[in-house]
C-alpha cells in the first residue's frame, strides 16, 4: 500500500463506505462504465490499509473460480484458495466487478457471506470460514448495460448497502481530468463540455454515455502532444459508435469544442 | 411552341437573376443525420423532429432583375416551433459547399441554444450568436468565415432608412451584441441566412391563438408524403350556413390563396396538389376541430354491433400521459378486448407452408444458446475441475462419489415470455406493391412468427390494436400465453383487418400489463408496426409520442424489453426517441418482414 490513488469523491460515498466497513456490511457499487467504481475501490482500500481481491467476472465463472479447488502436483493434492476465500482468511476486500456477468449460480455462494453469519463455507474441503472484521465485500454492476438476458437477482440484491455512481459534475469532473493527466484548466473545461454534450445522446443515438475514463485518455493523448482533435476521435468518438454517419456527427460536435 | 419560349426565358431569366450556387448545394436529407445528432448534443429537445420549412415572403426589396424574374419573393426561414426544428430543405447560398454545410451547422447551433421570445429578433439573434460562441469557441472561426461570405451578398443600394436597418444588421452580424435595434424602415429588411426567425416567421397573430398544433391526420395511405410543413394560418370558422361551394379546380391557386370565409360544409376532398400548396403564401385552416372528425363519419364509424368482433369484458381503464402538463391522466382511456367473431379454424395458408419449415429447421437449431453443462456422465470433453477433483479425493483418500467427469455442449432451457402486439390500424389497408397491402404483410409476419416460435417452446402470446379515440380502443386477442397455437389461432390470424387509428400508449400499457402477469424472468414486448402514434383526438403529433415513450419507459420498468419492428421508412426520424437507439428497426422492404422478425427474434433473445 504505497500511495493512495488518485480519487475525486461525488458526494459521501467515502463516508458511507467506511461506515459500511465497520459494520461490517455488504456493498453494492452501480454505476455506468467508466465513472470510476473500480477506481473508487482500489482508492478505499489503500485508505483503509486493506489488501484487495479484484475478480472481473465472465459468463464462465464458476463458483470454485471464486472458492478455490483442489490441485494435483507430484502425487500429492492440495487445496488452492480462490480469491473470495483468500480475502475471507487474510481479512481484506474481496470485489466482485460486473457481477451480473457472473451465471446466477455462482453468486449463490455469496449469500451466507453477505448476510450477519458472515460465513463461507468451503464444501470441498468441509471448512466453514468465519470472515474477520477486516473482511468486505463488494459487488458492482452496470445497470444500464443493454444484456437483456442478465440482471441481478432480486434475493442477492437485497444483501447488499448500494450505493449508485453518476457522471460527476461538471466542476469535478475537470479536476478529475486534472488531477488523473495534469491537463490545463482550459483543456479540461472542453473535454468535460464535450462529454456532455455527448452525454445528452445516450439513448437516442448513443448506446452508451462518454465515460470520464476517456476523457483521461483523450487529455492523456493530447498531453503528451497528440492533435486535439484526433485525439477527440480515437479515444472518445470512436469507441462511442460503428456507425460511421453517427461519427461524422460527434466529429463536428468535437470541431465545434475545438474549431 | 409559345409554352418552349416560355421556359427558356423563364430558365434564362431565373438563372440571370439567380445569385445561388444550385452545384455547391447541400440539402437537408444529405445531413439530416448529423443534424439531429448535433441538435440533441447541443443542448435541443430530444422529442423534436428536424423537418425542411416551406418558405416565407420576406417582404424585401429585390433587385431589378429579380423583379423581372418573378423569383426571390420568398425564403426559407429557420425557425422553431413545439414539435419540429424547422430547417431550409436545402443550402445553396455560397459558392462553396463547405460554407454551405457550415452554415447548416450554425443554425442547429443557434436553434439548439435557449433564447427568450419575448426579445426582439434582432437582439435574441446577437444573444444566442454570442452563447453559441462561447460555448463552442471551435464554431468561431466557421461563424467569421460565414459573416465574411455573407456580408458582400447583403444589399448595397437602399433606400433612406432602409440603409440605416442595413447597417444595424451588418453591425450585428460583425460584432454580435454591439446593436441595441432595428432601425424602422418600409420595407422589412432583406431576410439574415444566419439568423433564426420567430415562430412562426413574421406573422406573429398567426400564433397568437394557436393552442395546439394539428397535423392531418394520416389517414389510410403510406405513400410518401413530402416532409414538410406549410405555413398555417388560423382563421375562424365561418358560421354562415349558406354561401357558395368551391367546385372549380383549376384556378385552384387563387382560390386556395386568398381565404374568403366560405361555408364549405364537409366534403369529399381530393389531396389538394401539393404544388398549389408550396406557391402559397400560407394556408389557410379553419380550426373548427372537426375537419377530421367529421369527414371520418364517413368512413370510420364503428360497424354495427351485429357485425362487429365479439366484446369480451367491460372494457380496462388505463391513463394517459400528457405531456404538457407532465401528468398522468388516470382512467383517461377504455381499453377493449375483442375476439373475432367469425374466425373458423384454417391450417396455415399454403403459399407460407415451405418458408414455414425452413423457419421452423432453423429456430429449433439456431435460437437458444449451447452452453457448456459441467460434471455430466457423458459429453464431448473433459471436465477438468471434475477430474482433479476426483484425482485429489481419490488420492487424499476420501471415498469417491460417483460424479460426472465430462463437460457436454447442450441447450440451455429458455425461461422467456414474448408478446408481439401488432398495429392493425387503417394505415395498414395501403398497398405496399401489386398484389399485397401492409395488413397482409403483417399477417403473413404474424403466421410465420407463430410457427418460429412454437418450435423453439419459448411462450408467446399475440395481440392486435387500433382505437378510435380514448373510449375505443380495440385490442384484439388473437392467441393468449396459455393457448396453443392450433388451427383455431390460425383462423383468427386469417381473420384480422385493418381500421381506425393507433393509440400506439393505451395498447402498449394493456400488453405489459398481461406480459407482467408472465412467470418469466425474461419478458419480451414487440412491437409491429407501420407508423407513428396517432388518433383523431389530440393523440397525434408529439402528444401521441410523448405518450408511446412513457408507456414504453413503464414497460421498462416492469423488467419487460420493449422492441419495435417498423416499415416506416421515416420511422429514424421520432423511433430513437421512443424505444432508445437500439431499441427498435426498419424493415425496408415490406415484403421481407414475415422472414425478417423471426429472424430478428432469434438475435434478440440469444
Redesign the interface.
Known amino acids: 500500500m504505497s500511495e493512495l490513488p488518485f480519487y475525486q469523491p461525488h458526494s459521501n460515498e467515502i463516508e458511507l463506505f467506511e461506515h459500511a466497513y465497520r459494520n461490517r456490511l455488504p456493498l453494492l457499487i452501480k454505476g455506468p462504465t467508466g465513472c470510476g467504481k473500480t477506481r473508487f475501490v482500489s482508492h478505499m482500500a489503500a485508505k483503509l490499509n486493506l489488501p484487495l481481491y479484484t475478480v472481473a467476472c465472465h459468463d464462465?465463472l464458476?463458483a470454485?473460480d471464486l472458492v478455490g479447488?483442489?490441485?494435483?502436483g507430484d502425487?500429492?493434492?492440495y487445496w488452492n484458495d480462490g480469491p473470495l476465500t483468500r480475502a475471507v482468511r487474510e481479512g481484506g476486500i474481496c470485489y466482485l466487478d460486473e457481477v451480473v456477468e457472473a451465471r446466477k449460480d455462482t453468486t449463490v455462494v455469496l449469500h451466507p457471506l453477505s448476510d450477519d453469519r458472515r460465513i463461507l463455507p468451503i464444501e470441498?474441503t468441509g471448512e466453514i470460514l468465519k470472515a474477520p472484521p477486516e473482511f468486505m465485500l463488494i459487488v458492482s454492476y452496470n445497470p444500464g448495460y443493454?444484456n437483456?438476458?442478465k440482471?441481478m437477482k432480486p434475493s442477492t440484491r437485497q444483501r447488499f448497502v448500494s450505493l449508485r455512481f453518476d457522471f460527476p459534475e461538471s466542476e469535478l469532473e475537470q479536476q478529475i481530468v486534472i488531477g488523473e493527466t495534469g491537463a490545463d484548466a482550459m483543456l479540461a473545461k472542453?473535454l468535460v463540455?464535450l462529454a456532455n454534450?455527448?452525454r445528452?445522446?445516450k439513448?437516442?443515438?448513443?448506446?452508451e454515455a462518454a465515460s470520464t475514463r476517456l476523457l483521461v485518455y483523450v487529455a492523456t493523448l493530447i498531453g503528451s502532444g497528440f492533435d486535439p482533435a484526433e485525439a477527440c476521435r480515437a479515444a472518445l468518438v470512436e469507441p462511442l459508435t460503428d456507425d460511421e454517419?453517427?461519427a461524422?456527427?460527434?466529429m463536428?460536435?468535437?470541431?465545434?469544442?475545438?474549431? | 411552341m409559345e409554352e418552349q419560349v416560355g421556359a427558356l426565358w423563364h430558365k434564362l431569366i431565373t438563372g440571370a437573376a439567380d445569385k445561388r450556387y444550385p452545384r455547391e448545394a447541400v440539402s437537408l436529407e444529405q445531413i439530416s443525420?448529423?443534424a439531429?445528432?448535433?441538435f440533441?448534443?447541443?443542448?435541443g429537445d430530444?422529442g423534436l423532429a428536424v423537418k425542411s420549412a416551406v418558405a416565407t415572403q420576406h417582404g424585401a426589396k429585390r433587385s431589378l432583375l429579380q423583379r423581372i424574374a418573378g423569383s426571390h419573393l420568398k425564403t426559407e426561414l429557420t425557425w422553431l416551433d413545439g414539435e419540429t426544428l424547422n430547417l431550409p430543405a436545402t443550402i445553396d447560398l455560397f459558392p462553396s459547399k463547405q460554407l454551405n454545410r457550415d452554415l447548416y451547422?450554425w443554425l442547429i447551433?443557434l436553434s439548439a441554444t435557449e433564447s427568450d421570445p419575448s426579445l426582439p429578433w434582432i437582439v435574441r439573434n446577437q444573444r444566442a450568436t454570442l452563447e453559441v460562441l462561447e460555448?463552442?469557441?471551435?464554431?468561431?472561426?466557421r461563424y467569421q468565415r460565414l459573416v465574411d461570405a455573407l456580408l458582400p451578398m447583403r444589399p448595397q443600394r437602399l433606400a433612406q432608412g432602409e440603409r440605416e436597418q442595413e447597417a444595424a444588421i451588418c453591425a450585428a452580424l460583425k460584432f454580435p451584441g454591439s446593436v441595441e435595434s432595428l432601425p424602422a424602415a418600409k420595407r422589412p429588411p432583406q431576410p439574415v441566412y444566419l439568423w433564426l426567425h420567430p415562430n412562426p416567421p413574421s406573422s406573429p397573430a398567426a400564433s397568437a391563438n394557436n393552442k395546439e398544433p394539428q397535423n392531418h391526420e394520416a389517414g389510410g395511405d403510406v405513400k410518401n408524403i413530402k416532409d414538410r410543413r406549410y405555413q398555417a394560418e388560423r382563421v375562424d370558422m365561418p358560421q354562415g350556413k349558406d354561401g357558395f361551394m368551391m367546385m372549380f379546380r383549376a384556378e385552384s391557386i387563387l382560390s386556395w390563396a386568398e381565404y374568403i370565409k366560405v361555408n364549405r360544409p364537409t366534403e369529399e376532398d381530393q389531396p389538394p396538389d401539393e404544388g398549389a400548396a408550396e406557391d402559397l403564401d400560407r394556408m389557410s385552416v379553419a380550426q373548427d376541430g372537426k375537419t377530421s372528425a367529421s369527414r371520418l363519419k364517413f368512413d370510420l364509424d364503428l360497424p354495427c354491433e351485429a357485425s362487429d368482433d365479439l366484446p369480451i369484458g367491460e372494457g380496462i381503464l388505463l391513463p394517459e400521459w400528457h405531456y404538457k402538463k407532465q401528468l398522468m391522466q388516470p382512467a383517461h382511456c377504455r381499453v377493449q378486448p375483442m375476439l373475432a367473431r367469425h374466425a373458423p379454424a384454417l391450417p396455415l395458408p399454403a403459399h407460407l407452408s415451405s418458408t414455414a419449415r425452413r423457419l421452423r429447421g432453423q429456430f429449433a437449431a439456431l435460437t437458444p444458446s449451447k452452453v457448456?453443462f459441467?460434471a455430466q456422465f457423458d459429453g464431448s470433453e473433459l471436465d477438468l475441475?471434475a477430474c482433479?477433483?476426483f484425482?485429489?479425493?481419490r488420492?487424499?483418500g476420501v471415498q469417491a462419489r460417483e460424479q460426472g467427469l465430462y463437460k457436454a455442449h447442450h441447450y440451455r432451457d429458455r425461461d422467456l415470455a414474448c408478446l408481439l402486439l401488432a398495429d392493425l390500424s387503417l394505415s395498414t389497408d395501403a398497398h405496399i406493391s401489386d398484389n399485397a397491402r401492409v395488413i397482409d404483410v403483417i399477417r403473413d409476419t404474424l403466421f410465420l412468427f407463430s410457427e418460429a416460435l412454437s418450435a423453439t417452446g419459448d411462450r408467446f402470446a399475440l395481440y392486435g390494436f387500433s382505437s378510435l379515440k380514448r373510449e375505443n380502443i380495440r385490442f384484439h386477442i388473437l392467441k393468449e400465453f396459455e393457448r396453443k397455437y392450433n388451427d383455431e389461432v390460425r383462423g383468427r390470424i386469417a381473420a384480422i383487418k385493418p381500421g381506425f387509428y393507433t393509440r400506439m400508449g393505451a395498447a402498449i400499457r394493456h400488453a405489459s400489463q398481461l406480459l407482467a402477469k408472465q412467470p418469466a424472468?425474461?419478458k419480451?414486448l414487440l412491437i409491429l408496426t407501420d407508423g407513428k402514434p396517432n388518433d383523431l383526438d389530440q393523440y397525434e403529433g408529439r402528444y401521441g409520442v410523448e405518450d408511446t415513450r412513457a408507456a414504453i419507459h413503464e414497460a421498462r420498468q416492469m423488467?419487460q424489453?420493449p422492441f419495435c419492428v417498423t416499415i416506416d421508412d421515416k420511422g429514424s426520424s421520432y423511433l430513437?426517441?421512443l424505444f432508445?437507439?437500439?431499441g427498435y428497426v426498419v424493415i425496408r422492404k415490406p415484403s421481407e418482414l414475415p422472414r425478417e422478425l423471426p429472424l430478428l427474434y432469434a438475435q434478440?433473445?440469444r
Open positions: 464462465d464458476t470454485s479447488r483442489h490441485l494435483i502425487g500429492v493434492t470441498r443493454q437483456f438476458l440482471g472542453r463540455n454534450s455527448l445528452a445522446l439513448e437516442h443515438d448513443l448506446e454517419e453517427t461524422e456527427a460527434l463536428e460536435i468535437v470541431y465545434a469544442s475545438f474549431g | 443525420k448529423t439531429g445528432i448535433l440533441r448534443a447541443w443542448g430530444g451547422l447551433a460555448r463552442f469557441p471551435g464554431l468561431l472561426g457448456w459441467k475441475d482433479v477433483q484425482s485429489a479425493d488420492i487424499g424472468t425474461q419480451l423488467g424489453r430513437p426517441h432508445g437507439v437500439n434478440l433473445t
